[in-house]
C-alpha cells in the first residue's frame, strides 16, 4: 500500500550547521505538504508543494519537491535552538489520500 | 493560540471505563478528523468527516466510536480500550476534503490506559 517514508528518523546538530530531511513517497502525488512539531506540541503546517520541481522557501527553509512528484525534501540553513522539534512530511495520492510520513526528530545543540 | 480546541488534554482510564473525547473548531472549515500519535509510528488518520458526514473509517477498531453533531464539533467515545491504545489523539481540522487544503490541528489528548 501506499507508503510515505523519511530519513532520517533521528537527528543531532551543533547550532548553526545545516539539516535536511528526505521524504520518499512510493507512488506519484499530486501535493506534499509539511509540518512542524515541536516537543509536546501538536504539528503545525509549513507549507505546501504542488508542482513537479518546485522549491520554495521560508526564510532560512528550503523545500523542494522532486520532479517525478514522489520525493520532497526540507533543508533549514543554519540551524537555531527554536528549529527543535520533529518534522513530517504528509503526501497526498491522486485518489486524495493522505498519508503522513514517519517524522524527522531534529535535535539542536547549543 | 490553536483555532482548534481539545479536551481534556490528559486522560487516564481504565479499560472497563466510558469516556469521551471532545474537539471544536473555531475556523469556519467543513471538514474535521481525528488522528492517533504512538512513539516512533507515522500519524495514523482514524475518521474523517466532510460536512458532518463520515466518509472515512479507517479500520478503527469498534471500541472508538466517533460523533460529529456539526461541523464544528467532533467527539470521540472510548469504551473498553486496551492499554495499547494509549497514545496521543490529535483532531484536526481544514477548510473542505480537496487536494490543498492544510490540516490545522489541535493540542491533542494524551490518552493512558491502565
Known amino acids: 500500500g501506499q507508503q510515505v517514508m523519511q530519513i532520517p528518523q533521528y537527528q543531532h546538530v551543533q547550532e548553526g550547521e545545516d539539516f535536511t530531511t528526505y521524504c520518499n513517497s512510493s507512488?506519484?502525488?499530486?501535493?506534499i505538504q509539511w509540518y512542524k512539531q515541536r516537543p509536546g506540541g501538536h504539528p503545525v503546517f509549513l507549507i505546501q508543494?504542488?508542482?513537479?520541481?518546485e522549491v520554495k522557501k521560508q526564510k532560512r527553509l528550503t523545500f523542494q519537491f522532486g520532479e517525478a512528484k514522489k520525493n520532497s525534501s526540507l533543508h533549514i540553513t543554519a540551524t537555531q535552538t527554536t528549529d527543535v522539534g520533529t518534522y513530517f512530511c504528509a503526501g497526498r495520492s491522486t485518489g486524495n489520500q493522505f498519508y503522513f510520513g514517519t517524522g524527522t526528530s531534529l535535535t539542536v545543540i547549543p | 493560540e490553536t483555532g482548534v480546541t481539545q479536551t481534556p488534554r490528559h486522560l487516564v482510564m481504565g479499560m472497563t471505563n466510558k469516556k469521551s473525547l471532545k474537539c471544536e473548531q473555531h475556523?469556519?472549515?467543513?471538514?474535521m478528523y481525528w488522528y492517533k500519535q504512538s512513539a516512533k509510528k507515522p500519524l495514523e488518520l482514524m475518521f474523517v468527516?466532510?460536512?458532518?458526514?463520515?466518509?472515512e473509517n479507517n479500520s478503527v477498531p469498534s471500541r472508538f466510536s466517533p460523533e460529529c453533531p456539526n461541523s464544528s464539533h467532533l467527539f470521540l467515545h472510548l469504551h473498553t480500550l486496551q492499554p495499547e491504545d494509549s497514545a496521543l489523539y490529535l483532531c484536526?481540522?481544514?477548510?473542505?476534503?480537496?487536494?490543498?487544503?492544510?490540516?490545522?490541528f489541535g493540542n491533542g489528548t494524551r490518552l493512558t490506559v491502565t
Open positions: 468527516y466532510n460536512f458532518k458526514e463520515q466518509t
Open positions: 507512488t506519484t502525488l499530486s501535493n
Open positions: 484536526a481540522s481544514s477548510q473542505d476534503r480537496g487536494q490543498s487544503s492544510p490540516l490545522h
Open positions: 475556523l469556519g472549515h467543513n471538514a
Open positions: 508543494l504542488v508542482k513537479s520541481g
